[in-house]
Nanobody, 125 residues
């Protein structure tokens, strides 16, 4: 059974940093891309970043580019989202998800089939 579990969320002030972790099991990391998404209150889910395991390509949404970094840990079967210079508008529940195949370099939700439960990130001004 494929399982993904996010951790690392919390409350920070604007300008602060957090590192989110996505631990996964039941799936071979090298065969799939992994993405991070978020859903803010009253808004639709949006893609944040993705990592293509086949070629280590990364993709970021324009509103996080230069502030967020997605990376992987082959030993721990985990993918991380390092978030810096956080803004109040980054407040959301953050989810990681496994793509339906490898080589996915977009954060279109329909390209992802397994999702974690989410972790809350709150940024205060």
């Amino acid at each position: 059974e494929v399982q993904l579990a996010e951790s690392g969320g919390g409350s920070v002030q604007a300008g602060g940093s957090l590192r989110l972790s996505c631990a996964f099991s039941g799936t071979a990391f090298d065969n799939y891309s992994i993405g991070w998404f978020r859903r803010a209150p009253g808004k639709e889910r949006e893609g944040v970043a993705c990592f293509s395991a086949s070629d280590s390509e990364t993709h970021y949404a324009d509103n996080v580019k230069g502030r967020f970094t997605i990376s992987r840990d082959n030993v721990r079967d985990a993918v991380y989202l390092q978030m810096t210079s956080l803004k109040p508008e980054d407040t959301a529940v953050y989810y990681c998800a496994r793509a339906r195949r490898n080589g996915v370099r977009t954060t279109t939700p329909s390209n992802y089939d397994y999702w974690g439960q989410g972790t809350q990130v709150t940024v205060s001004s």
